[in-house]
Structures are given as structure tokens and as C-alpha cells.
């Protein structure tokens, strides 16, 4: 026993040391880094941090400094590139869709495509090896992503590809046990911040598959991820204050979007630096917002602008949202629910009583009864965000809700919301990703199920024929299934953010799958 004990904590400190060691890519390439991003070396800024060097990434730069220093020699910095890095492939663009096949033949083919075998570590490169096969989104997101993989798990369930579903969710457990928390995705450069919290979803999906003892295998990790959310300087942290993605407020502990840096995001340095430059505000305090946008999976939305319009308002940190406060009642819920059946009735009370307080929050600083909309509440002004998105049918996914108020948040959703191609993210065109007139896989499942909590079948079945009929003209016009698509106008392309919109696409795939399944709808 004390042989084992020793082991574990030899395990556990190595693991705590890895995770503080891992260094991203402007640590590694330094100027070199930040002359290919600001230069626009690739039109995409994620290109660079993706590359693998060739060889031993101290002796790549000691060559770079070297023909900087030298005034005599002609140089391209493209070429440097080029001959020193291994550009990031994506397979998919290689891949030629069969139109005259159905759409569930498509996305069953694409599953072979989008998955990664066990990752092989190698030095300077920003991935993070992870032990078990995985699926990435598509296009340019190379790697797993944290809330993304639930969805497509949603697909995986009716494909039937169960071994698949666990190999990802053990890869999130080893996230957890490594690094503390589940990043962004398996980038070095993503280590600094998490997702919106899906795993305690991911594990309940495995466990209508394999059974309850699912909960018992991974609530360890459920545990560890709920200490990283909760992980503030506990009995130091101030009333109406914040640490971390802890906020104190009025007896309420609530949570934010946070991430560790404030510096330009790496994948977006020429961005977030023009961005905090332009904006004339304090520019650490500009990046932490950013991150912290990046870090809600919601990058960008009006959702988190002071004057709902321009992203050089960006007030991310400062707010307590909707999806958030549900997603951490609902990993609060699995905990509880786990405890009950170990007969641990003390930590039982613990989180029944949480349970409690999030709905009391809700009811009490996010809801409004005149408007019908749950709101995110922003902390540090003391008032409601009053810009509707679909963050408001996060509560009633999680049953929430009352029923007048399920009631009147759906009514919202019919008048408001709801388009021809399905439901738009919120109700302003910023020119941002996550705001009219895009619509996204995520969002239209959340708010399906969530309606279908409380009844509300037909509106939700609707919802599901426009949004699978949008995906199905798209894919037979051009042979793909989207990141995101255009839901006021289904002869346009979606648009709007850093990025063009991709192909691919895991959780489009993923919903997609499991909406026609489940409304027995035609492909």
C-alpha cells in the first residue's frame, strides 16, 4: 500500500510539473513568432502555431537570429518557414463528397476521416499527445475541442461507435489528471483557459450506453474539474469580488470565463494586438476579455460588448452567464446524484444546497420576468446584459426552470429567434460569428432538448426540420456540412469572425445525425 501511495503521488507531482512546463510557441520561437503573426506570414494566424519544426527548435531559431543579424543576406521569411516547419495538413480538403448519397452516408464515412490516432509528443510542436483515438471539428481545427466533442458524441451514440466515445472521454479524464482542467483543446497554447463544462454530459451519454458504473469510473475527474471551476482562495475571496472564475456575490459563489493570461491569444496575436491597440483601452485588460471570450466558446458575440456592438467594448470577465451557471448545475447535479447512490450523504447536502443556490441566482439577478428571457448579469455594473441569445435555453436543458417561466422563454423563441433555416444565436448583426444571422449545431440542440423538457414538442420539432432541411440543402449545393450557416438567408453563406467558416464539421455532424433520428426526418 505505501509502495502504491508513493506511486501515485510520484504520478501526481509529474504530472503537476509537466503541466507547468509546457511551453507555447511564442515561448519557444519568441521573435520569431511574433514577426510570421504580425508579418501575416499565413493569412490564417493558427497556421504557424500549428507547424512542426524539422528539427531541434533551439537550433532553428539560433539560424533565424543569426540571418537577421546579417544585413548581406537576401531573406525570405516564408521560405525560412517553409524549409524549417512542416505545414499543418488538413484531409478533409482532399475529400470529395458523393452528393447522390444521403446525408447520414456522408456524415458515417466522415467519422473515419476526422479521427486521430494516439498522438506521438514531439519537441516544439504546440499539440498535446493525447493516449487515445479522438475526432477534431474539421478544416482548420486540428485537435480535439473541449464542448465541441459532446455534440459530436451525440452523433457518435447513434453511429453506434461507443469504443470511440470512451477512448475521447478517457483522453478528457487524462486532460483533467494532467493539466488540472480540460483546455480549450490539446494545444499548448490553449492550456491557459477551459470550454463551457460539458464533460458531466459527455460521461452521462457514455453511461446510457454502458451503464451507471460510468459515474463511478470517472468521478474522480468530475470531481477535479469542479475544483477548477470552483478554484478560488477560498475563505479569502471578498463579497462582491472575483478570483479566478469564482464570483462572490451577495452570498452567491458563481462562476465567469476566465483564462490564467493576458496576453494576445497566440493563435490570433495580430488580431487581439490591433484589436487592444485600436480599442484605446488598457491593453492586458483587453486581452483578458478576449480570452475570456474564447474561453466561453462564444468567440465573439454582442453577448459580452458594453454597447452591444463593437468588440473593442469586450466586458467578458465581468460577467456571470446563463450557459455557465446551468452548465455548473448540471456537473453539480451528477456529482450529487453520485453521491447519493455511495450512500456519501455529507457531500450529498453539500451540493444539494448548490443546486439550490444556482437556481435562487438565477431566479433572483438573471431572469426577467417582463421580458420572458433569462439575461447574464454583469457583476461589476450590477445589472442584467440586456442582449437576448440563446443562452437563455441553457436553464430549461437543465430543467431549471419553472414552468411559466419555461413557457414564456419559449415564447421568446418563437417570435424572436426563430428563422427560416432554425434559430439565430442572438438578434443582432454585429458582423460577429455568434450573432445574427448565424446559426450553430450546439445552440439548436440545447434549446430543442431544453423545449422538449417542458413540453414544448411541436416548437421543438420545428426547430429541427428547419435547421436539419438548412444542413441538407447546404451539404447538396456544395458537399459539406458546416461549421455554422446562415439561418435568415439559406441561400447565403454564414460569416462573420477571424476565420472563414469551415467544413468538417464534428458537431454539425454530431447534431445533425441526432436530430433526424430522433424526429424521424428525411435525408
Known amino acids: 500500500m505505501r509502495k502504491l501511495t508513493l506511486f501515485l503521488l510520484f504520478i501526481f507531482i509529474g504530472s503537476e510539473l509537466f503541466s507547468q512546463t509546457v511551453k507555447t510557441p511564442d515561448e519557444i520561437y519568441g521573435e ?12 490564417d494566424g493558427k497556421s504557424f502555431v500549428d507547424c512542426v519544426p524539422r528539427r531541434d527548435p533551439s537550433a532553428i531559431m539560433a539560424d533565424y537570429r543569426k540571418i537577421k543579424a546579417n544585413p ?29 448519397k444521403s446525408v447520414k452516408y456522408h456524415i458515417e464515412h466522415l467519422w473515419e476521416l476526422l479521427q486521430r490516432k494516439p498522438d506521438i509528443a514531439i519537441e516544439g510542436s504546440s499539440l498535446l499527445a493525447l493516449p487515445n483515438p479522438y475526432l477534431v471539428p474539421g478544416g482548420r481545427f ?175 470577465a465581468d460577467i456571470i452567464p446563463v450557459d455557465l451557471v446551468s452548465l455548473l448545475y448540471g456537473l453539480e447535479q451528477t456529482l450529487y446524484t453520485t453521491y447519493l447512490k455511495n450512500a456519501d450523504t455529507k457531500k450529498a447536502a453539500i451540493f444539494k444546497s448548490r443546486l439550490n443556490k444556482r437556481i435562487e441566482f438565477l431566479n433572483t439577478y438573471c431572469w426577467n420576468n417582463e421580458d420572458g428571457l433569462y439575461y447574464d448579469y454583469n457583476f461589476r455594473t450590477k445589472k442584467q446584459v440586456k442582449i437576448p441569445s440563446l443562452a437563455t435555453t441553457y436553464p430549461l436543458f437543465f430543467k431549471m426552470a419553472s414552468a411559466e417561466q419555461a413557457k414564456k422563454v419559449a415564447g421568446n423563441i418563437r417570435s424572436k429567434f426563430l428563422k427560416s433555416g432554425g434559430l ?55 458537399g459539406k456540412l458546416m461549421e455554422k450557416y446562415n439561418v435568415m438567408d ?23 445525425l441526432k436530430l433526424m433520428n430522433k424526429y424521424k426526418l428525411p435525408d
Open 32 to 43: 520569431l513568432f511574433r514577426d510570421v503573426q504580425m508579418q501575416q506570414v499565413f493569412s
Open 72 to 100: 548581406a543576406v537576401k531573406f525570405s521569411l516564408k521560405l525560412f518557414i517553409d524549409s524549417n516547419f512542416t505545414l499543418p495538413a488538413n484531409p478533409v480538403n482532399a475529400y470529395k463528397s458523393d452528393t447522390s
Open 142 to 316: 486540428r485537435e480535439i475541442y473541449y464542448w465541441d466533442s459532446y455534440f459530436t458524441m451525440l452523433g457518435l451514440q447513434e453511429s453506434k461507435e461507443i469504443m470511440l466515445m470512451e477512448n475521447m472521454v478517457k483522453n478528457f479524464a487524462y486532460l483533467i489528471d494532467t493539466y488540472g482542467h480540460i483546455p480549450n483543446g490539446n494545444r499548448s497554447y490553449y492550456v491557459s483557459r477551459s470550454q463551457p463544462p460539458f464533460f458531466s454530459l459527455m460521461v452521462g451519454l457514455l453511461a446510457e450506453s454502458k451503464g451507471d458504473s460510468i459515474y463511478q469510473t470517472y468521478l474522480p475527474a468530475l470531481e477535479k474539474e469542479y475544483e477548477y471551476w470552483m478554484n478560488a482562495d477560498e475563505g479569502k475571496l471578498k463579497s462582491n469580488s472575483a478570483d479566478r472564475s469564482v464570483v462572490e456575490l451577495n452570498g452567491f459563489t458563481m462562476n465567469r470565463y476566465w483564462d490564467e493570461l493576458e496576453i494576445p491569444r497566440q493563435e490570433s496575436y495580430r488580431e487581439d494586438s490591433l484589436t487592444a491597440r485600436e480599442s484605446g483601452r488598457n491593453v492586458q485588460e483587453m486581452y483578458r476579455h478576449l480570452r475570456s471570450g474564447a474561453a466561453s466558446g462564444w468567440d465573439f458575440s454582442s453577448r459580452w460588448f458594453a454597447d452591444s456592438k463593437e468588440i473593442k467594448t469586450i466586458q467578458t
Open 424 to 478: 439565430t444565436t442572438t438578434l443582432n448583426n454585429t458582423g460577429q460569428q455568434w450573432d445574427a444571422p448565424n446559426g450553430w449545431a450546439p445552440l439548436q440542440w440545447m434549446t430543442i432538448q431544453g423545449l422538449e423538457n417542458y413540453r414544448q414538442h411541436d416548437l421543438a420539432k420545428d426547430i429541427a426540420e428547419r435547421w436539419t432541411s438548412l444542413n441538407i440543402k447546404v451539404f447538396h449545393r456544395t
Open 490 to 512: 439559406t441561400n447565403l453563406e454564414a460569416g462573420g469572425g477571424e476565420y472563414p467558416s469551415q467544413d468538417g464539421f464534428g458537431w454539425t455532424n454530431g447534431v445533425l
